[in-house]
């Protein structure tokens, strides 16, 4: 099993561009997570899903979009990337039920000019 | 709103020594708290969780933390680092999202640095 997978791992864009992350998992869970990790925050949610076809917003959502067409997976757009967007970005999954653990992805490093 | 403090940015331990990372939380029931670690370019691992019983929960790699209700605390121990330990460390606590999902609060990390 991958586990939770991420493309790409870095990539640059320009202030304005328009970019989409994947984030892939192959545990059949539920629940699908968007975080960004900026130095000295910790993690922030962005987006969350619950399933497939919902979503639903997190801590830090403006300027995302996410979508979950399929349940293993779950993209993250930036639609006109601005400067502070730019960021460390996590994918994350769990599964109902009482262990309440998230499984993380290996990360996306992305940087706007 | 649930909330967590990590108070020290930066520790520096010598390899061998005993090492005590800090957690504080807010949270108005009985929480569930954990610890991640992030080595240097990945993402995180789970080290240990605590959900209720036992208040010093065993994890990986050596790993212990003690829940202390009373000080609204979930510090992690172990008792000799190994070079390999350097890493970013979270604590986190979680919480209910709209529609069940599982939310965490991370608290904003401890960066392990360790001495030879």
């Known amino acids: 099993n991958a586990g939770v997978t991420q493309t790409p791992k870095f990539r640059v864009l320009k202030t304005g561009q328009s970019m989409t992350l994947l984030c892939a998992q192959d545990?059949?869970?539920?629940?699908m997570y968007w975080y960004r990790q900026d130095p000295g925050m910790g993690l922030r949610l962005i987006h969350y899903?619950?399933?497939?076809?919902?979503?639903a917003k997190g801590e830090v959502p403006d300027g995302y979009n996410v979508s979950r067409l399929k349940k293993q997976n779950f993209l993250l757009g930036l639609e006109s990337a601005a400067p502070s967007q730019t960021s460390v970005y996590f994918c994350?999954?769990?599964?109902?039920?009482?262990?309440?653990?998230?499984?993380f992805g290996p990360g996306t490093r992305l940087t706007v000019l | 709103a649930q909330s967590v403090t990590q108070p020290d940015i930066h520790i520096t331990v010598s390899e061998g020594a005993s090492l005590e990372l800090r957690c504080n939380y807010s949270?108005?029931?009985?929480?569930?708290l954990f610890w991640y670690v992030q080595s240097p370019g990945q993402g995180l691992q789970l080290l240990l969780k605590?959900?209720?019983?036992?208040?010093l929960v065993q994890g990986i790699k050596g790993f212990e933390a003690e829940f202390k209700r009373s000080q609204s605390s979930f510090n992690l121990r172990k008792p000799s680092v190994h070079w390999s330990d350097a890493a970013e460390y979270f604590c986190?606590?979680?919480?209910?999202?709209?529609?069940?999902?599982?939310?965490?609060?991370f608290g904003k990390g401890t960066h392990l640095i360790i001495q030879p």
């Open positions: 949270y108005g029931a009985t929480p569930y």
């Open positions: 605590y959900f209720s019983g036992d208040t």
């Open positions: 899903s619950v399933g497939e076809g919902t979503t």
């Open positions: 545990m059949n869970h539920e629940y």
């Open positions: 986190a606590v979680w919480s209910d999202l709209r529609g069940g999902a599982d939310g965490l609060t």
């Open positions: 994350a999954s769990s599964y109902p039920g009482s262990n309440r653990i998230q499984f």
